[in-house]
């Protein structure tokens, strides 16, 4: 129901550095745990990271757990998801969702989750 937006993406070289956020307008985010997911052309989407409401449990995909840090601050009702060591791989479309399913390394949207936005493009290149 809640309607999020992303922004911060951007074309960055290997090894480079962003900074995405995700807010809502007319929305409070602290009622929501928030996760970060991506989109790769012809894949799947795929979970990132999740962040619990007051940002005591956290949780990231194998693949960024190290290089990649989920935060929010509920006073600003913003999210974020600080990217470092960005590799090729990482290109995709990256969108934030309430109510992720986060096991672990293992993060999913909800079942039947619609509400998606329309994302921010991150493309690392040379």
């Known amino acids: 129901q809640v309607q999020l937006v992303e922004s911060g993406g951007g074309l960055v070289q290997p090894g480079g550095s962003l900074r995405l956020s995700c807010t809502a307008s007319?929305?409070?985010?602290?009622?929501?745990?928030i996760g970060w997911f991506r989109q790769a052309p012809g894949k799947e989407r795929d979970g990132v990271a999740c962040?619990?409401?007051?940002?005591?449990?956290?949780h990231d995909e194998g693949s960024v757990e190290g290089r990649f840090t989920i935060s929010r601050d509920n006073g600003a009702n913003m999210v974020y998801l600080q990217m470092n060591d960005l590799k090729p791989e990482d290109t995709a479309v990256y969108y934030c969702?309430?109510?992720?399913?986060?096991?672990?390394?293992?993060?999913?949207?909800?079942?039947?989750?619609?509400?998606w936005g329309q994302g921010t493009q991150v493309t690392v290149s040379s």
């Open positions: 962040i619990a409401t007051n940002g005591g449990r956290k």
């Open positions: 969702a309430t109510e992720p399913v986060c096991m672990g390394t293992r993060i999913q949207a909800r079942p039947g989750y619609r509400n």
């Open positions: 007319g929305a409070v985010l602290d009622n929501y745990a």
